[in-house]
T-cell receptor
Framework: GGIITQTPKFLIGQEGQKLTLKCQQN?????MYWYRQDSGKGLRLIYY???????QKGDLSEGYDASREKKSSFSLTVTSAQKNEMAVFLC???????????FGKGTRLTVV | QQKVQQSPESLSVPEGGMASLNCTSS?????YFWWYRQHSGEGPKALM?????GDKKEGRFTAHLNKASLHVSLHIRDSQPSDSALYFC??????????FGKGTSLTVIP
């Protein structure tokens, strides 16, 4: 088995601040994802990457940047935090885009 | 428009009872379905997949797929308090990403 590690677990930022969330996986999976989870809205895809240095926009990419410098890591940057950003951000990985997705435990973002 | 709709939003069943969750897709290209479960404070984990019409049973969990109506359901027999969680339906076309529904919150009452 493998594990997805997200850091930090809790992130408090100020409105307008640039914030970075990090994710590492040891599954040796090719594809990695960032999802945002808001209460009552399910999981919405922000960015995904099918290989190192690849980036694909999801439905919710505006206001975010992502970076996949190596196969095992995928980072997400909130370019200018807004008070409605408060949510849980989930990193995930899978072998390909149509196979089982494995999730990390999430980073809970609070903007003050 | 939400591509994957789940109902009900929340559901309470007594311990030992049957829980039934529903999912419908609005996109006929979605042919492959998964159910994921998320306990509080954890990330979602895959429960089971179903790709063919009919029933698929894994222990106390049975998924049913009707591709003609784009409807998939999950039935949990002999529900346990540990089954209390958020359940997501996920669909994909076979060559693109998953789309997740908004989830059904299940509470099993001891």
């Amino acid at each position: 088995g493998g594990i997805i590690t997200q850091t930090p677990k809790f992130l408090i930022g100020q409105e307008g601040q640039k914030l970075t969330l990090k994710c590492q996986q040891n599954f040796n999976h090719d594809t990695m994802y960032w999802y945002r989870q808001d209460s009552g809205k399910g999981l919405r895809l922000i960015y995904y990457s099918i290989t190192e240095n690849d980036l694909q926009k999801g439905d919710l990419s505006e206001g975010y940047d992502a970076s996949r410098e190596k196969k095992s890591s995928f980072s997400l940057t909130v370019t200018s935090a807004q008070k409605n950003e408060m949510a849980v951000f989930l990193c995930a990985s899978s072998m390909w885009t149509n196979t089982e997705v494995f999730f990390g435990k999430g980073t809970r973002l609070t903007v003050v | 428009q939400q591509k994957v709709q789940q109902s009900p939003e929340s559901l309470s069943v007594p311990e030992g009872g049957m829980a039934s969750l529903n999912c419908t897709s609005s996109d006929r290209n979605f042919q492959y379905f998964w159910w994921y479960r998320q306990h509080s404070g954890e990330g979602p984990k895959a429960l089971m997949s179903i790709f063919s019409d009919g029933d698929k049973k894994e222990g106390r969990f049975t998924a049913h797929l009707n591709k003609a109506s784009l409807h998939v359901s999950l039935h949990i027999r002999d529900s346990q308090p540990s089954d209390s969680a958020l359940y997501f339906c996920a669909a994909h076309t076979g060559y693109q990403n998953f789309y997740f529904g908004k989830g059904t919150s299940l509470t099993v009452i001891p």
